[in-house]
């Protein structure tokens, strides 16, 4: 399975953590999306910035 994450808000801000965990995601602004593999990291990095950020699941 993917998912589709969508950056929805911005990182001006946040703390650098959070700043880093959406660059380390591959977004960087606001409607910005990439598809990423469903994995436990990436599920940790989704629950860091869940608030900046929209997931939807993709069926491969």
């Not at 602004?29 to 900046?52: A, C, E, F, Y």
Request: proline letters at 3%; a positive charge.
């Amino acid at each position: 399975m993917k998912l589709k994450i969508t950056q929805t808000k911005s990182t001006i801000d946040r703390i650098k953590d959070q700043k880093k965990t959406i660059e380390a995601l591959g977004l960087g602004r606001p409607n910005w999306v990439k598809i990423h593999n469903d994995t436990p990291q990436i599920r940790g990095m989704i629950r860091k910035v869940s608030h900046l950020i929209k997931v939807e699941e993709i069926k491969d």
